[in-house]
């Protein structure tokens, strides 16, 4: 059973994001990390960088395979997770902590609202397996 | 098992068990892993002229073989490319076992058959009554020899015998594809579940020592590290088996073989690309089909890409220009449009007993 924190906001990606103030921190989901297998690299963009909603800023791959991320909300990198650049793995072991990915200084208000609660989420995960 | 299951070639398979890849690969090396493979098919030759008629197909020399052998080798195109590669056992002198590619098992049987081979031998497809178990890593003879008699220690690398494993009727063979010390093991198709569970058993499954039930995403990290070729990925019917680095199974003088005359000529005037492993430098993880690029010139494809969980570096096979298939050559692959710099090393990129 994946874990899925309530106080977050989550896509249909498998992305998940916090709020604190003004700035979105995104990360991929447990849900996601389990289906991907051992992360072995992670890319992330550049401080500074602008991403509209939805648009890929990055990549997470494994041994296997490589997936794209998605940015669930539009607005400017200031902060990257530069750990992740020698320890990928920590997405695979903590993906809501040690495992975010970038934060954004959210430029739209209002996206964070469309995006699924955590109890949508579950269902969403639940009919995408079967 | 927990496995995650995906489609290969027909089968139901498992990409990874709940321990993942990368543990799967590492206790393999260190320990055990065992592999079900009963997707692999089997091709059973019977009659006083079976040696004969396999040795017209394939590049080796089966005629070398002697009872309980098994030969590496590959059924050739008139071209000299590859229909599919596979290992021939030597039962007797009128009793040989081809075990080839599951997802080529049809292929290979209409490529075989449409041949009108003048001889006394019969072909059998008896893919359907097999499954075959790998056992591989430096434990696996000491896990195998709970469940059997069979003097296994006297069992040389490329040979076999029969006997029983769990009292089970099954043929023993000291075989694999990841670059350890290992067997594979035949039986009867519907057993295939006990000898698994039971090997589970003998190897302390649940430790973490233990054996380790691999899918085929380990299968395929091991196999790239040992540097052994994947039909449809190194060989196929567009690159001949000079090309791909298999001379050593080409036996040009051993009598007539489809491919023979092509190799022969090839092998006169040399080969225009070659088979290189390379070494990632740069950040990144070069992949399968990515275009391999050298002073800006696109001049071959990946095969086969990946991590190499025990070596931990970014490695790979490709095709390049006969030229540039030297060790050292500095050359880059086409990540998702940015350029990796990557060198070329040589292959294996692993041996056992060497210190990494």
Not at chain 2, 158 to 177: K, L, W
Not at chain 2, 239 to 252: F, Q
Request: proline share 3%; net charge negative; charged share 25%.
């Amino acid at each position: 059973m994946a874990n899925i924190p309530d106080d977050l906001h989550y896509s249909k990606d498998h992305e998940w994001v916090r709020v604190e103030g003004n700035v979105a921190v995104v990360g991929i989901t447990d849900y996601a990390q389990d289906s991907l297998g051992d992360v072995v690299y992670v890319e992330l963009p550049k401080v500074g960088d602008d991403f509209a909603a939805n648009e890929s800023f990055g990549s997470v791959e494994s041994v296997k395979a490589v997936s794209e991320v998605f940015s669930p909300v539009s607005g400017a990198i200031v902060g990257i997770n530069e750990k992740l650049a020698d320890e990928p793995e920590k997405v695979n072991t903590d993906p809501y902590g040690e495992g975010w990915m970038i934060r954004v200084e959210m430029s739209k208000a209002g996206e964070v609202d469309s995006m699924l609660t955590a109890a949508e989420y579950e269902d969403f995960t639940k009919a995408e397996k079967e | 098992m927990g496995g995650r299951m995906v489609d290969f070639g027909g089968w139901d398979m498992p990409v990874q068990y709940p321990a993942g890849t990368i543990e799967e690969h590492l206790r393999t090396r260190n320990h055990a892993g065992l592999f079900d493979v009963s997707h692999m098919g089997e091709i059973d030759v019977r009659g006083a002229d079976a040696i004969a008629l396999v040795n017209y197909l394939v590049s080796n020399d089966a005629s070398k073989l002697i009872d309980g052998q098994a030969q590496y080798s590959a059924l050739t195109t008139a071209e000299g490319t590859v229909v599919d590669d596979l290992l021939v056992y030597r039962f007797a002198a009128d009793h040989l076992l081809l075990v080839v590619n599951a997802g080529t098992t049809e292929k290979d049987w209409d490529w075989i058959t449409s041949h009108k081979l003048d001889g006394a031998a019969q072909f059998k497809n008896v893919s359907a009554d097999y499954c075959q178990l790998a056992l591989q890593g430096p434990d696996a003879l000491g896990i195998l020899a709970k469940l059997t008699a069979v003097p296994l220690g006297d069992i040389k690398y490329y040979h076999f015998m029969e006997g029983t494993v769990d009292s089970i009727p099954a043929i023993v063979s000291r075989t694999g594809y990841t670059g350890e010390d290992g067997f594979e093991v035949y039986a009867a198709a519907d057993k295939a579940e006990q000898i698994w569970n039971k090997l589970l058993d003998a190897g302390n499954f649940g430790s973490d020592t233990g054996v380790l039930p691999c899918g085929l995403a380990a299968r395929n990290t091991l196999r790239l590290e040992a540097g052994m070729a994947l039909y449809g990925h190194e060989i196929d019917e567009s690159s001949t088996l000079l090309e791909a680095n298999l001379g050593w199974i080409c036996k040009l003088n051993k009598g007539e073989f489809i491919g023979r005359e092509a190799l022969a000529k090839q092998k006169e005037s040399g080969v225009r690309k070659r088979l290189v492993g390379f070494e990632v430098t740069e950040r990144g993880i070069a992949r399968d089909d990515q275009e391999v690029v050298i002073n800006g010139e696109r001049v071959g494809k990946v095969t086969s890409g990946s991590p190499a969980p025990f070596l931990k570096k970014n490695i790979g096979m490709a095709y390049v220009p006969f030229q540039s298939a030297t060790e050292g050559q500095e050359i880059q692959i086409d990540v998702r449009g940015k350029l990796v710099g990557a060198r070329i090393v040589k292959i294996p990129f692993y041996k056992r007993g060497q210190q990494y």
